[in-house]
């Protein structure tokens, strides 16, 4: 890397310089969904988190790949598609596809892999073997448990001790109690239940694996052990990550990863965003209203290991923000070269900026402190250009800038809506008053492919141009009907 970064590692407690495996290349996995329902503007904060440090990185120099799982074998995928009277890989597999089109519609690529779990089977069951090899699991009536006792470090990520804990503590059913050793062990792999329609072959018998030792095996089998950065929210620290750190290294001897990195929560109030409270906004319905860029900025606007309160107030704020720096944009588009160029070289006061936003975000990607910085250029930009002064090199910095944190949508100069646009605009909005999600869905797609997003307001569709992918589906946004 050109400069040192700094990232707050939560198995240390502390800021830790990141030292890459590879002087050259950096390696992250980041914990994705269990595709169960829709996500919600909860899950998307580790998705945008991770996918703006990978670009953050490369800028730094970095050859960076992420991965992030997409768990499609869980118990909530059997309950839910139970619910449904939908066999189970169905439920997994449309919940999938809406995950990536709802994440598409975001514009910020995708992780370079995405693993399901349901397609590392052979590494899971190795990685068990692995353990009971090693005297740290046990079969038990065709499940296998981790043997928690049998690994002394176990409570270190959480700061947990082991006489402290409660057996409700690991998330584990009751009913399972009396298949285990200890009330503390944790499901390896779980026999095959009758209500159950998926289920793998093992050597202790048909079944499927248990929620931790999935994510183990996807990112061993992808990134190898001891990568750079193990990534997701905060509610993962225990018993998720914890328990992925005692099995990998119970197992293979070695760490899992270098630094663990951990967004804080989306709140709805007091209480974090989750399917299981109900207080959810999906995704895809606060993209119809808001659009991508300004929830990219809401997220931008709170430090990432922080709790996040979702309110309209908080993605007002950021819409006025974003036209901040539309606005000095304008200007810059409207300024004479001799302005915007000066005599070619870089303004100090653009400089300085430039380099102060950088530095916030190589302090543990700090991007409010960053955003400060942003605005300051902005700010000092708008007092230049009315002045008739110069400002050499605004434009490069603040494209270099946005570029990094996915918003280089705001350079885009403006364009009038084509008459075509406003067309399908009308049908689309016609399909909906009449409940044809399905055209509605494809109305959608055709206007993303001509560049454009809707957004449902109160005041009625608004179509804006916008650099991002197709658009997420109609039927499985409440706000749609």
Known sequence: MALSTRIHDSLTN??????????????????????????????????????????????????VTLVENITDVNDKIY?????????????ARDMTAAYKRDTDRLGLGRPDREPLASETIGAIIELIQALIDRGHAYVSAGDVYFSVRSFPEYGKLSNRRLEDMAPKDTGEPPEEDALK?????????????EDED????????????????????????????????????????????????????????????????????????????????????LLSD??????????????????????????????EQAERSLERIVNFRRLLDQAPQEVVQGDGLLDAAVRE??????????????????????????????????????YAGAHEALAEMLAVVGLEGLLAPEEPVDEEAERLAGERERAREARDFARA????????????EVRDTAEGPVLVRTGGAAGAGEAGSPSSR
């Open 14 to 63: 502390s800021l830790r310089e990141l030292e890459p495996r590879d002087p050259v290349k950096a390696a992250i996995y980041a914990c994705g969904p269990t595709v169960y329902a829709r996500i919600h503007v909860g899950n998307a904060r580790p998705y945008v988190i991770f996918a703006l440090v990978k670009r953050f990185l490369e800028h730094e120099g970095l050859d």
């Open 198 to 281: 998926t289920a793998w072959e093992a050597p202790w018998g048909r079944g499927r694996p248990g929620w931790h030792i999935e994510c183990s095996a996807m990112a061993e089998s992808i990134l190898g052990l001891d990568f750079d950065i193990h990534g997701g929210g905060s509610d993962l620290v225990f018993p998720h990550h914890e328990n992925e750190i005692a099995q990998t290294e119970a197992g293979r001897g070695r760490p899992l990863a270098r630094i663990w990195m951990h967004n804080g929560m989306v709140q709805f109030g007091v209480e974090k965003m989750a399917k299981s409270v109900g207080n959810i906004r």
């Open 79 to 91: 309950e839910r598609a139970r619910e449904q009277g939908t066999p189970s890989d169905e439920l």
């Open 286 to 315: 606060a993209l119809d209203e808001f659009g991508r860029d300004v929830l990219i900025m809401y997220f931008l606007a709170g430090h990432y290991r922080q709790p996040l309160a979702f309110s309209e107030e908080r993605l």
């Open 441 to 452: 869905d494809e109305l959608r797609r055709e206007l993303a492919e001509r560049g454009y």
């Open 181 to 193: 050793r200890d009330p503390l062990d944790f499901a390896l792999w779980k026999a095959q239940k």
């Open 353 to 390: 900026r430039r380099d102060a936003f950088f530095d916030a975000l190589r302090d543990d990607f700090n991007t409010p402190r960053a955003l400060a910085e942003l605005y300051d250029l902005v700010n000092e930009g708008n007092r230049r250009l009315e002045a008739g002064q110069p």
